[in-house]
Every structure is written in C-alpha cells, then in structure tokens.
C-alpha cells in the first residue's frame, strides 16, 4: 500500500494517508484525519507556485508528475465566511486556507465545495 504526506494544519506535523488501488486518495480518507479539508495543495517548483489537485467522484487524483515526495497541504474552508472574505478583498482572514490562492484556482474550489455537499449562495458566488 502506498501513503502519501499530508501537513496538518493544526500542529504541523505531517501524517502518512494511504491511497487506492487506482492510486487516487479518497476525498473520506482525507476528511477522517482533517474533517474541514475540501482539498490538497503542494508548491510546484517548476512553476514556483501552488497548484491544487483535481477532485472527481469524491477521489483527489496525483499530480502529473505523480505523487512523489511531496508533503501536500490541507484546502478547508468553515462556513460560508470563505466565498465572502475571498470575494471582497482576496485575503483569507476567517477560515483556515492554506495558502492563498488566485482568482482561477479560486473557481475550482467552488467546483470542490459543490462537490463536497458545502451550502453556497449564488450571491456568494457572483464574483466568478
């Protein structure tokens, strides 16, 4: 069985989750370590920027380069709190994101919040 590294948010140290036979992490495997996480991101050093990974049919799926090494970080968001603070001024000030995003990768989460059953009006989301 392989695992792969994620940080968690709360004290930093990193814990081992293990992957599917089709190599995919279940989006429930990730919420039963960290209950808030809608998603994983990881630092591209080729691109020098962070990238999120692609969320289907409640499975996260690797990186073109694989899972690699990579120590992969927690995407949560609390209440509806997120959509407005990110709309108004493009900081992150209530809920836990880890780390900012931009405005693209700002439209995927809302595709991973949908998917992961989180209320959000469509006034919220206006900004798209």
Known sequence: M??????????????ELPL????????TTLKSQFPDAIGLTFYC????????????EGKLWPPREGWSNIIYSCTSIKGKTY???RRQDMVAEGP???PIVE????????EIAKEGGWAIEQEEIDYM
């Open 103 to 110: 405005v693209e990768e700002l439209k995927k989460l809302d």
């Open 20 to 27: 599917e036979d089709d190599d995919s992490l279940l989006l």
């Open 96 to 98: 836990t994101v880890a």
């Open 2 to 15: 392989n695992y792969i590294s994620v940080k968690s948010p709360s004290c930093g140290r990193t814990i």
């Open 83 to 85: 959509m407005k603070h």
């Open 45 to 56: 050093e080729s691109s020098q920027g962070t990238r999120g990974l692609k969320l289907n």
